[in-house]
């Protein structure tokens, strides 16, 4: 591997890149070696900690992350073995030898002294068993007796439940902390900013930025999972540190450099031609390096997040390297056809659903981008981009989300210089979209809605999906605290500590991501002036006896009362008021979840659909008598009246404090229908204090009421009468029960 030189008449490195200077080949295939067969020892890439910029606020954002400030992380260093009394000390350790502790706080207060003092003592100690061997048993000394408090719900007070926070890890999490947190090699995960014009020494993050190679990213991932072996399932994971905003950037100016000059190179070649011996074989070396460097491209954009990768356009249609030179003539040919027929360009942002990425629409966005040499009396051309977002990344949600969908979008309006967009949003994507839709600009305050013009809901999951009901009760967060050991298959495992995905919470029926989209939407408008269309699976199955006409009204995923976004809300304590939002055009297709968006052709139904609405005459509903839907939800969440915490609802068994106290009673829920209502689940999101009924109503097209009976232990007993309509979801979550 020698340095090669281009022809700009700079030095590159076969692994290297523009203009960083040549180095021997030995080092490089020792280095090689070392990632194949071994470690890179980690020291070698270390730096002398400076002090006036130290790691800890340097990396802040991701230890910080990583260790989810866990641990009181400013007070670990606070205290030496020298401020605590060598009598106190001495005192303590007789009493926990003899058991001799005269009540149970004296007993925390002297475990709790002995943990932190053997704490001071293993910070200002390096290699000593006997200190290491000391912290562990009073770790595991202090941490016995708070689970024992714990699961009786026995601390005397809160500072006591707060002490106990430390120890809530097994002993390995905790001593791995430790170490992260004293090792200056955490610096190596952090960059700095403009680091193209500052000199060296790097850190391994700034290397990878300078020049985002395989070996950089080999390096910088092992010492990354050597740092978060025990919490990369927690709240930041290899995945969101390696797809950072900056080390994207990185990936794309280099690659994209490399390719246009490539491309170039190859482009000159074939003008050249002579069909001369010498004239095939430079055309042999072009094509060859600019079909890597297009390759790679491709590669990096399944995952790529920026708007460069995102626009269905000649890079993103094309699938060679030749085929891309013939898709340049004709989109040239294309644009002056339009600029001839004086058509208007229109914008429109596909957004895919949880766990998908770009690929998911079949070619849904490649045909609405031709749409117009399908039709060229349309009037207008569509430019399409593909909004990705890291949906495997398990520490983002709806709100993370949505910021990445306002820059995106703010970037193409001012790139393609318009006002408003359309947004069309599968699943979870729909989620997002609507929540982007009622939210506003922080920096301006002004109404993220005045951006859009058309948003289409395909099969979006607004009200919550069952099926991630049921993913979190079986997988979802549990209290285990103060455990000994470690849970099964504690390192790199992806239902670890927190368990469950966070955007699955999000998903949930009841989640307090939608119950406040709906919140806003219903009681600021926020939905006025933007046109709004959902598209509702609701495909037949003949194996399904128990369904009417063979059809669940479920895509699989989604119920059809949660695709629709006419919903029924009713506002106050007693649900005397009905605020919902019905403004959206619904149609139904016979799809499943994700057949409804995989569009390989124009006669698919969903296109047909959207091409339609974005026309402004949207088609009418197809073979119309075959959807009967009848399906309807109901939330309901009850507050304690006069509570001290404001945001603590109802559940069905009594909450109580860490000291045993009674904070709220359990709530009892009768609910009952007329003749013409039946109901199929009964069920609790315990997360978020929802409680909601899913049944079906006889006759569809008539609204029915149900009768709702709420008690708890201590307050007045409550009454309601909630009216229901088939295909829609009604809201009565802000309800109140007075104490008697």
């Given amino acids: 591997m020698t340095a090669k030189k281009h022809e700009d008449g700079n030095f590159r490195r076969r692994v290297g890149g523009p203009g960083l200077p040549a180095r021997r080949s030995f080092p490089l295939l020792f280095l090689s070696l070392l990632l194949a067969f071994g470690t890179v020892p980690a020291q070698e890439k270390a730096r002398p900690l400076d002090h006036e910029r130290g790691w800890r606020p340097a990396a802040g954002e991701l230890l910080e992350s990583i260790l989810a400030n866990r641990y009181e992380t400013r007070q670990i260093l606070a205290l030496r ?18 058991k001799a502790f005269k009540n149970a706080d004296e007993e925390f207060k002297g475990k709790y002294t002995l943990f932190r003092y053997a704490l001071a003592r293993l910070t200002a100690t390096t290699d000593d068993p006997y200190v290491e061997k000391e912290f562990k048993n009073q770790y595991l000394a202090f941490q016995d007796l708070c689970r024992c408090l714990y699961r009786k719900h026995a601390f005397a007070n809160v500072w006591q439940e707060e002490k106990a926070e430390w120890v809530k890890d097994p002993y390995p999490i905790y001593r791995h902390f430790l170490k992260v947190y004293l090792d200056e090699l955490a610096l190596q995960l952090d960059a700095r900013e403009n680091v193209e014009d500052l000199k060296g020494p790097y850190t391994l993050a700034e290397d990878y930025i300078r020049y985002p190679n395989e ?13 978060s072996q025990y919490f990369q399932s927690r709240n930041y994971t290899w995945s969101r540190y390696i797809n950072k905003y900056r080390f994207q950037a990185a990936r794309r100016r280099l690659f994209a450099e490399e390719w246009e000059r490539e491309l170039g190179r190859y482009r000159r070649v074939l003008q050249q031609k002579d069909n001369t011996p010498g004239w095939r074989k430079s055309l042999k070396l072009a094509y060859g390096s600019a079909r890597f460097t297009y390759l790679r491209l491709k590669k990096e954009a399944q995952t790529n997040c920026l ?25 040239e040919k294309l644009e002056k056809q339009r600029q001839k027929r004086g058509d208007k360009k229109e914008v429109v942002i596909f957004i895919h659903g949880l766990g998908e990425n770009r690929t998911c629409w079949g070619e849904f966005p490649e045909l609405l981008a031709l749409e117009d040499v399908a039709d060229p009396s349309l009037g207008k051309y569509y430019h399409v981009y593909v909004f990705q977002y890291a949906t495997q990344e398990k520490s983002k949600g709806v709100e993370n989300f949505v910021r990445e969908l306002a820059g995106f979008i703010d970037q193409i309006k001012s790139k393609e210089k318009v006002e408003k967009v359309a947004l069309i949003g599968h699943s979870f994507g729909g989620v997002i979209s609507l929540r982007y839709l009622v939210s506003k600009d922080p920096a301006t305050g002004t109404p993220w809605r005045d951006n859009v013009d058309r948003f289409v809901g395909i099969a979006p999951s607004l009200h919550g999906s069952h099926l991630a009901n ?12 103060f455990e000994r050991n470690l849970p099964p298959f504690a390192k790199g495992m992806p239902f670890v500590g927190k368990m469950g995905d966070l955007q699955i919470k999000q ?3 009841g989640s307090n991501v939608n119950l406040t989209s709906f919140e806003t939407l219903d009681r600021q408008k926020y939905l006025k002036g933007v046109k709004t269309l959902m598209i509702v699976g609701d495909p037949r199955n003949p194996l399904d006896l128990f369904a009417p006409g063979g059809r669940s009204e479920d895509d699989d995923l989604v119920k059809t009362f949660s695709a629709n976004l006419n919903h029924i809300f009713l506002d106050g304590p007693s649900a005397n008021q009905n605020i919902g939002y019905h403004g959206a055009e619904v149609r139904y297709a016979d799809k499943t979840h994700f057949a409804i968006i995989k569009a390989m052709d124009r006669k698919h139904i969903s296109y047909r659909y959207v091409s339609s609405f974005l026309k402004g005459d949207l088609l009418p509903q197809q073979d119309p008598d075959e959807f009967d839907v009848k399906y309807f939800l109901v939330a309901l969440r009850v507050f304690p009246a006069g509570y001290a915490e404001p945001n603590r609802p109802f559940l069905p068994d009594k909450q109580r404090s860490a000291t045993g106290e009674l904070l709220v009673p359990g709530l ?3 609910v009952s229908g007329s003749r013409c209502v039946d109901f199929h689940k009964r069920q609790w999101n315990l997360g978020t204090g929802v409680y909601f009924v899913e049944g079906h109503i006889k006759r569809p097209k008539v609204e029915e009421k149900l009768t709702v009976r709420l008690s708890a232990e201590g307050y007045e007993p409550k009454t309601l009468a909630l009216p229901i309509r088939s295909g829609q979801t009604t809201y009565a979550v802000d309800l109140l029960l007075e104490k008697k």
Avoid: C
Avoid at 470 to 481: A, I, L, N, S
């Fill in 215 to 227: 070996i950089n990213k080999q390096q910088l991932k092992q010492l990354y999972f050597s740092i």
């Fill in 470 to 481: 049921v993913v979190v009760g079986m997988f979802g967060e549990k209290e285990r605290k």
């Fill in 507 to 509: 998903n949930q029926v």
């Fill in 307 to 331: 708007p460069y990768f995102s626009k269905v356009g000649i890079f993103y249609l094309s699938d060679t390297v030749d085929d891309y030179l013939k898709k340049i003539t004709e989109g």
């Fill in 81 to 98: 073995p020298k401020d605590f009394g060598p009598e106190e000390i001495a005192h303590y350790r007789t009493q926990a030898l003899t």
């Fill in 668 to 670: 009892k829920v009768e």
